[in-house]
């Protein structure tokens, strides 16, 4: 399986940015998928998920101001971010997996987010 992640930028605060993963390879075998983000000198968290029963999480810090989304049609995954903040700031990594919620298996490379306040 792999992932490439899309539509990372610069961005000021307040703005808005539509992450998106393409998943390719053996799709059939993914169940769960989410984004996780890692900013520097931080460790990588989970930012939004979606768990094979279809239930989503977010962390606390964005609930309400971003949206994930699985087009499993296309093969695609999404992160609607709107209302950016400079802590926002991260790279962040597109995740598939095996099991019944995402974590672990596979990876994208990350795309990088910046917010400028």
């Known amino acids: 399986v792999q992932l490439v992640e899309s539509g990372g930028g610069l961005v000021q605060a307040g703005g808005s940015l539509r992450l998106s993963c393409a998943v390719s390879?053996?799709?059939?075998?993914?169940?769960?998928m989410g984004w996780y983000r890692q900013a520097p000198g931080k460790q990588r968290e989970l930012v939004a998920g979606?768990?094979?029963?279809?239930?989503?999480d977010y962390a606390d810090s964005v609930k309400g101001r971003f949206t994930i989304s699985r087009d499993n049609g296309k093969n695609m995954l999404y992160l609607q971010m709107n209302s950016l903040k400079p802590e926002d700031t991260a790279v962040y990594y597109c995740n598939a997996a095996r099991g019944r919620y995402p974590g672990n298996d596979y990876w994208g490379k990350g795309t990088l987010v910046t917010v400028s306040s």
């Open positions: 390879g053996r799709t059939f075998s993914i169940n769960a």
């Open positions: 979606i768990s094979s029963s279809g239930s989503i």
